[in-house]
């Protein structure tokens, strides 16, 4: 029953911005990463954005340098702000945040996705 909330989809024109947020509903212990994936109708789900407990980030190749991932571990959220929006940014975009546990045991946690259309 844990639930990741989600916030920040819409309409936006191309060109714009938004900003989605994600949430987890209750305390969460020992994340690993945190991280945005999206996927567009009949194509895969892709990874958009990660970072992990440390700070590292890793991109997708088509959002490098228009989209920016942060995380804030103590409010267990992670941010993804999304600046000059193409078209082809338009899909579910789903937040996901991982725990390690002591004995290496990698627990997923997943929004239930919020819808970002870009179009004119």
């Known amino acids: 029953q844990v639930q990741l909330v989600e916030s920040g989809g819409g309409l936006v024109q191309p060109g714009g911005s938004l900003r989605l947020s994600c949430t987890a509903s209750g305390t969460f212990f020992s994340i690993y990463a945190m991280a945005w994936y999206r996927q567009a109708p009949g194509k895969q789900r892709e990874l958009v954005a990660a970072i992990t407990s440390v700070g590292d980030k890793n991109y997708a190749d088509s959002v490098k340098g228009r989209f920016t991932i942060s995380g804030d571990n103590a409010k267990s959220t992670v941010y993804l702000q999304m600046n000059s929006l193409k078209p082809e940014d338009t899909a579910v975009y789903y937040c996901?945040?991982?725990?390690?546990?002591?004995?290496?045991?990698?627990?997923?946690?997943w929004g239930q996705g919020t819808q970002v259309t870009v179009s004119s």
């Open positions: 996901n945040i991982n725990r390690k546990l002591s004995d290496n045991t990698v627990l997923h946690y």
